[in-house]
């Protein structure tokens, strides 16, 4: 590639990068939109590794950008699928509880969907069983019928022939090498853009520090495994979760139905000891190793925001055993020898403020009248990608009439 110049410059070809580019073509359609993306197609790390849960958008609260992006996404998402003919599994959610005191939280994510003005339904346990017979609870439980699942990787291939149908350039195995002097250098030449946009997950906050934001934050990699049910006599109809620890971004183990009825189990939250750990030594690097298990070293010995419970729990899952009889809780009938099968791992890109050592729990961006960077896009940003997109444009255009800087 030689040396190009365009309009809007997306680093990135995820979910939210992919609707970038689809934002900034509708707003400016005579302007040159171009995404680098450095594998050879787009959605190859969490956009299309994630669950493809739609979640309704009651576990957040009404003050969040999550709250309102997951209730509308899940809108805008649903009605894309049906659109394009996308598979589409309208098969719900329960969220359920193990006793008295869990029954009684299951109250908080209901005032939190009255708040979003989200559909949730309270059922007995009675009511629980009809919609699936095997699922255990106490008393009550929690039913989401807005929730459903496709399949990420269908969604990703349909959002990268939209770019492409409406002009957008779209460079693979390009990767970003660094910013200097105004142009973005790349493995494949440099680059002069206009205004530049961030999207690139697992590595946003060390591309955004070349830019000079980030300086408080950093990413830290969690792997993310699902167990497949195999052999099952009755097959789980519905997603079943448990009643969440409110206090971080993990959901716990659960019951996912996939978009063609599959049933797994999980996901993990398992501190990973390099960007791309997906499995063994393969996307090793030294550079990333030191950097990201000395952090986690620190994390482990300090137990900020509880990372020591959390990477101890967490481990274990890597015994299928053990997550068959954390899936137990959940549901009847669960034999160990079922879950044999692990599906493709991902690896969720969690933001940590170091400054005040706490994970960030919302969506995060900085930028300013050059560049724009997306920090937290972590779950549900599937859910949301099409109206946070839409947001992040809106903030975008602020920035380039004002040119002041923006944290969010």
Not at 237 to 246: C, E, F, G, Q
Not at 264 to 280: D, L, M, N, Q, V
Not at 307 to 318: G, N, Q, S, V
Not at 355 to 370: A, V, Y
């Amino acid at each position: 590639m030689t040396n190009q110049t365009t309009d809007f410059l997306i680093i990135g070809g995820g979910v939210v990068g992919l609707n970038l580019a689809l934002q900034a073509k509708a707003r400016h359609p005579d302007c040159r939109v171009m995404v680098i993306e450095k594998e050879k197609e787009c959605g190859l790390h969490a956009s299309g590794r994630n669950s493809g849960v739609l979640h309704a958008g009651f576990y957040y609260t009404a003050d969040s950008l999550k709250a309102r992006f997951t209730r509308d996404g899940n809108r805008a998402l649903t009605e894309y699928c049906l659109d394009k003919k996308i598979a589409l599994n309208r098969c719900g959610k329960l969220v359920v509880a193990k006793n008295a005191d869990e029954a009684e939280r299951l109250s908080v994510l209901m005032a939190r969907a009255k708040a979003n003005q989200v559909e949730l339904l309270e059922i007995s346990e009675a009511e629980a069983k009809e919609i699936e017979p095997r699922v255990k609870t106490h008393e009550k439980a929690l039913f989401s019928p807005s929730t459903s699942s496709v399949d990420p990787t269908e969604v990703m291939r349909s959002f990268m022939r939209d770019a492409k149908n409406v002009g957008v350039d779209i460079l693979f195995n390009t990767a970003f090498a660094a910013y200097d002097g105004g142009k973005v250098r790349t493995t494949n030449g440099a680059i002069s853009a206009g205004y530049i946009i961030n999207a690139a997950g697992l590595y946003a906050d060390k591309i955004a520090k070349d830019f000079g934001f980030s300086k408080d934050y950093c990413i830290l990699p969690f792997k993310g495994l699902y167990l497949y049910a195999d052999n099952e006599p009755s097959p789980i109809r519905t997603n079943i979760y448990p009643v969440p620890d409110l206090n971080n971004p993990f959901l716990g183990v659960h019951y996912t139905i996939t978009a063609d009825a599959k049933v797994k189990i999980g996901p993990t939250a398992i501190p990973a000891f390099w960007r791309e750990h997906y499995s063994g030594w393969a996307n090793f690097s030294s550079e990333e190793f030191f950097e990201i298990v000395g952090r986690e070293i620190s994390l482990f010995m300090r137990n900020q925001f509880g990372f020591r419970h959390l990477a101890i729990e967490e481990l274990k899952k890597y015994s299928k055993a053990h997550m068959a009889e954390m899936a137990g809780v959940l549901a009847s009938d669960v034999h160990k020898e079922n879950y044999t099968r692990w599906a493709r791992p991902g690896i969720r890109a969690q933001l940590v403020n170091t400054k005040e050592q706490k994970l960030e729990m919302d969506f995060h961006f900085e930028g300013d009248k050059n560049s724009f960077h997306v920090l937290n896009a972590v779950s549900p940003a599937f859910t949301c990608a099409m109206v946070f997109s839409q947001y992040l444009m809106d903030e975008i255009e602020c920035l380039l009439e004002s040119g002041a800087p923006k944290q969010k």
